[in-house]
């Protein structure tokens, strides 16, 4: 089959194929698989025009809007930094897209580029195997507990319970307070908008959304738990793909020499995909990080809620044993089901 766009030969069933592998394995880390569909098309494919980048983030725009509405429905988007995330990433998507077709049209300049990217995230994934690796008694441990508590929580919603929900507290141009399971979380607006901000760029240029780039960098630094990060970054990153192709479409008359409008057709055929990444999976209810030299999240039977620890407070809950649950360990699951993810990693790309 042709592809009129991409300027390239190739069996209709092959991208929807390796769309299905790709996202077959990297659902088992949390992430969609667009950082990874890419380099497919470039040197597999022979995709090398600006309009891959663009193409590419039509995966996301299929992919993502399920995982966006369980957020919604399970009353986990903290929508202020929904709105901080967006604000930041837009204006980044657009001037990636115009550096992509001013500065990186050669398909060697944006291989190395591509390349680049690739190596952080990849080494981002090693330093999370690595600290799970070492911290793998705290680990055997904190899954137990962790897994027997959801459990005794699902129980409780089968009677009836609702899901807890966030609870926005204060919302300013300096900061957005919010609470949920106990915990009271905190996030500087000025910092996070330049982070989304280089993220979108970085986004633009690529052909990704940047959830990637963007949920690691605001659990490590800012400290916050990745199931009220997952949303917004979910979010952010199907409004950057949206906008990302209508931005690089608009570009395309201005740039007459080169191939700038996505394929669309390539685009949805690469999003027929049965893998189901952990931000679609059902009744997501709650996880916790931290990172492995102190407790960012601590539940006692026998306490109420007291002093914060690390950003936490300490909640009754359930007259469950003292939990506590680090970065790198087994996180959200869905209903009565166990699996690993580590908390670092994140939802879509």
Request: net charge neutral; hydrophobic share 40%; glycine share 10%.
């Given at each position: 089959m042709h592809f009129a766009v991409a300027g390239i030969d190739v069996h209709p069933l092959i991208p929807p194929l390796v769309a299905f592998v790709v996202s077959l394995f990297t659902s088992m880390g949390g992430v969609s698989g667009a950082f990874l569909l890419l380099p497919f098309q470039v040197s597999v494919l022979g995709f090398t025009s600006p309009a891959v980048s663009a193409t590419n983030q039509i995966y996301n725009i299929v992919a993502i809007p399920s995982g966006v509405w369980h957020y919604i429905r399970e009353g986990r988007m903290v929508w202020p930094l929904t709105w901080i995330v967006i604000a930041g990433t837009l204006p980044g998507v657009f001037i990636g897209a115009v550096i992509r077709v001013t500065f990186l049209p050669d398909p060697a300049d944006f291989k190395l580029f591509v390349g680049v990217v690739l190596f952080y995230i990849g080494a981002r994934m090693l330093r999370d195997l690595l600290k799970q690796l070492r911290d793998a008694d705290d680990a055997t441990s904190a899954e137990t507990r962790f897994q027997e508590l959801i459990r005794n929580y699902h129980s409780r919603l089968s009677e009836g319970e609702a899901l807890p929900r966030i609870e926005v507290t204060r919302f300013s141009l300096k900061q957005v307070v919010y609470s949920f399971?106990?915990?009271?979380?905190?996030?500087?607006?000025?910092?996070?908008?330049?982070i989304s901000a280089l993220v979108g760029i970085v986004g633009g240029v690529y052909g990704i959304g940047g959830g990637a780039i963007m949920a690691p960098l605001y659990v490590t630094y800012f400290r916050l738990p990745v199931y009220t990060v997952a949303g917004a970054t979910l979010m952010g990153t199907l409004i950057t793909?949206?906008?990302?192709?209508?931005?690089?479409?608009?570009?395309?008359?201005?740039?007459?020499?080169?191939?700038?409008?996505?394929?669309?057709?390539?685009?949805?055929?690469?999003?027929?995909?049965?893998?189901?990444?952990?931000?679609?999976?059902?009744?997501?209810?709650?996880?916790?990080?931290g990172d492995t030299s102190s407790s960012h999240c601590s539940v006692d039977a026998n306490s109420r809620?007291?002093?914060?620890?690390?950003?936490?407070?300490?909640?009754?809950?359930?007259?469950?044993?003292?939990?506590?649950?680090f970065s790198g360990l087994p996180v959200v699951l869905p209903r009565d089901a166990v699996s690993t993810v580590t908390a670092e990693k994140v939802l879509a790309v």
């Open positions: 399971y106990g915990g009271r979380f905190e996030v500087p607006v000025l910092p996070v908008l330049g793909s949206v906008v990302g192709v209508a931005f690089y479409q608009a570009l395309a008359p201005f740039y007459p020499a080169v191939q700038v409008a996505p394929d669309y057709l390539l685009g949805f055929l690469s999003s027929c995909r049965h893998g189901q990444s952990r931000a679609s999976w059902p009744d997501a209810s709650s996880c916790c990080q809620p007291t002093k914060p620890v690390n950003g936490f407070q300490q909640e009754q809950l359930g007259g469950q044993a003292p939990l506590q649950v």
